[in-house]
């Protein structure tokens, strides 16, 4: 369905713009990691 599909991006997106805006570069990876492994299990 790609509008699920958008609407999963667009809530990726805004919790890495959430990430960027409060946190590390190294807890925006492993969030970043911790997600892409969800994804792919």
Same mark, same amino acid.
């Given at each position: 369905?790609?509008? +699920? =599909?958008? /609407?999963?991006?667009? =809530? +990726? ?8 805006? !409060?946190?590390?570069?190294? =807890?925006?990876?492993? +969030? /970043?990691?911790? /997600?892409?492994? $969800?994804? $792919? !299990?």
């Amino acid at each position: 369905d790609p509008a +699920a =599909a958008a /609407r999963l991006l667009g =809530a +990726a997106l805004t919790e890495e713009l959430d990430l960027l805006s !409060g946190k590390s570069a190294k =807890a925006l990876i492993a +969030a /970043r990691e911790e /997600r892409f492994l $969800g994804i $792919g !299990g």
